[in-house]
């Protein structure tokens, strides 16, 4: 199954899995391994694209709610500029950065444990660190940003460390 063909399942309220049985959907949305949900508010068939095929989207904000209320309020359909177009290539692109965004953040927590983290930066982790501590630090962190998820224990992981001063001096 591919991520075109689950949107439409999830849409008709069918559930099932897809990507080996990681990805498991119903009518509510997405369940990733991790355990967090990705939904697509009112999802449904939005008309039919330029290249004749189905095209579907979602109310993505909450002004694009209010339109849709009102439109059915006076039973007008909703404009097209409601909806924020999905399809299945974009499903997958938002479950891929959804995982990488939880593995960051759990990588975040368990450094968090030994060194007080400042910020993220999309995957980087950025820790203060005390000068005395900097070789192991170093090492654990490393260790901690190369270990697989309990949810995915073969996902093969790396990353590379920075030093400095400041973020910016970090290399």
């Not at 909703?78 to 938002?94: H, R």
């Not at 697989?148 to 400041?166: D, F, H, K, M, T």
């Amino acid at each position: 199954m591919h991520g075109d063909a689950a949107l439409l399942e999830v849409i008709s309220g069918a559930a099932g899995s897809f990507c080996k049985g990681l990805i498991t959907y119903d009518a509510t949305g997405f369940l990733l391994p991790s355990g967090m949900k990705l939904s697509y508010s009112s999802l449904q068939s939005i008309g039919t694209g330029e290249w004749g095929q189905e095209e579907l989207g979602y109310l993505s904000t909450p002004a694009a709610h209010r339109k849709y209320a009102r439109a059915r309020i006076v039973s007008e359909k909703p404009p097209k500029e409601t909806w924020t177009s999905i399809y299945g290539g974009k499903l997958i692109e938002n479950i891929i950065q959804a995982l990488a965004r939880i593995v960051v953040f759990e990588q975040m927590q368990i450094i968090g444990r030994y060194y007080p983290v400042l910020f993220q930066v999309h995957d980087e982790n950025v820790a203060m660190i005390p000068d005395g501590q900097v070789t192991q630090a170093k090492e654990l962190i490393t260790r901690i940003m190369s270990t697989s998820p309990s949810w995915a224990p073969n996902l093969p992981l790396a990353c590379e460390i920075g030093v400095g001063q400041n973020f910016g001096d970090a290399k």
